[in-house]
């Protein structure tokens, strides 16, 4: 079975995780309940799970599987609880299936499953890489007002901080007074992490990019409520209805408890800067779609002068903890340090000094002057 997934440079890679078979969908959809009929009609490019469509005699469902040192049945069942949280307050996202056992994260053989329903709606940007722009300024308006009705769903969900820094996005070392230290009493429990920054200069990184912006950033966050987020809001997890509005919201992975311009930044972060192309200079970015996120969700969730200094200033860092998360991953689950380094070097220090450049300057004024 051919099947290729992104890679990090904008490639097409060999996965890190065996494609699913038939015969493992049709196992799993058994244990939900299902009875499945023909193979995948589609797989996922996404590189850090297994997922694909499959048919069941029921209709097409959504079917995701997870290596268990990166989603334990708890950490799933955490994202979970918080998609059942939005939909019971009405935001359009697809069910998630319970198995037999009555539990949405089912089990098996080292690997976690979860099923979802199919999303409604067109599914435009899901073979687009992460941190491809937005192609429709109609799209970044409808994405934004989503995101602002994601968060008024969410207000009120209460529940502890996720059970892992693996592949999730997260506020900790942004909020906290020393970030060095913070990151430092958190190795004991990741020794994967532990093990990478051990011999590199990491102190002296953080010194050097980090720290500068975050003294700017930390005492406007400091005090700033937390509250659960998507944390994820790339289009590629956008369905779309004809007329430009989002029909669906999919893929939780990322969600943990940061706060709403925390979401924001990372929409902007995700739609608005061709990560991938920074040698075309300015063209590489996108600053009406920026905008276009910003008004569409002001238009729900109005911001203040302070707000859109905030997200200013979160923005060049909003990054930092996921791909912390991603470096540990690397290192200690899929053994690749190569890929490890791009996580460490390109995204982690890359995007943060990119944020000095002359081509970031007009996105970040957009963004504190709102126009």
Known sequence: MSHRVHGL?????????PALTH??????LAAFGFTATDAATWRSPRPLS?????????????VKRHHRNVRSPESL?????FIAHLRAHD??????????????AHASDGWVYEVHARARGADLYREAISWSPLRRLDHARAAGAMLARLHRAAEHYRAAQRSTHILVARDDLLRADDPIATLERQLDERPGLAAYLDPRPWREDFARWILPRHARLQP???DRPRAWAHNDWHASNLCWSDDGRVAEVVDFGLCSPTGALFDLATAIERNAI??????RGADAVFVDSARALIDGYAAIAPLTDDDRRALAELLPLVHVEFALSEVEYFQAVTGSTANADVAYDTFLLGHTRWFDSAHAQPLLDAIRRGA
């Open 9 to 17: 440079a904008d490639d097409d890679v060999a996965p890190d995780w």
């Open 23 to 28: 015969e493992e969908i049709a196992q799993v």
């Open 50 to 62: 297994a997922a694909a469509l499959a048919s069941t005699t029921d209709g097409v469902v959504f």
């Open 77 to 81: 069942r955490e994202e979970h609880r």
């Open 91 to 104: 935001m359009p996202i697809p069910r998630v299936f319970e198995d037999r056992a009555g539990d949405t």
């Open 220 to 222: 406007l966050l400091r």
């Open 274 to 279: 061709a990560w991938l192309e920074l040698a």
